[in-house]
């Protein structure tokens, strides 16, 4: 069975750093699409970065030069490493994993508070 575990969430101030790391198990991670989403309450779930098996990525706007999505093929681990942060970074964040046949698994998510 597919499990997405994500951890590192928390309470930071404005312009501090966090992170995320998400723990895959029951795939063949290396052939998959690893991403990143984020949900804020009363708004829809967005798409914060992916990364794909043979290592290009792409980012929202809003996170291009301040966050960082990386993978950890042996230790079957994504992170998300996210600078600069903003009160409207405030969400939860979860972690995805996409294979090129339709298939699509989420963690739980983890909780980010940007506040002072």
């Known amino acids: 069975q597919v499990q997405l575990v994500e951890s590192g969430g928390g309470l930071v101030q404005p312009g501090g750093s966090l992170r995320l790391s998400c723990a895959a198990s029951?795939?063949?991670?290396?052939?998959?699409?690893v991403s990143w989403y984020r949900q804020a309450p009363g708004k829809e779930r967005e798409l914060v970065a992916t990364l794909n098996p043979r290592g290009s990525t792409d980012y929202a706007e809003f996170a291009k030069g301040r966050f960082a999505i990386s993978r950890d093929n042996a230790k079957k681990t994504v992170h998300l490493q996210m600078n600069s942060l903003k009160p409207e970074d405030t969400a939860v964040y979860f972690c995805?994993?996409?294979?090129?046949?339709?298939?699509?698994?989420w963690g739980q998510g983890t909780q980010v508070t940007v506040s002072s």
């Open positions: 029951g795939s063949l991670f290396s052939i998959a699409a």
């Open positions: 995805n994993e996409h294979f090129a046949s339709g298939g699509d698994y």
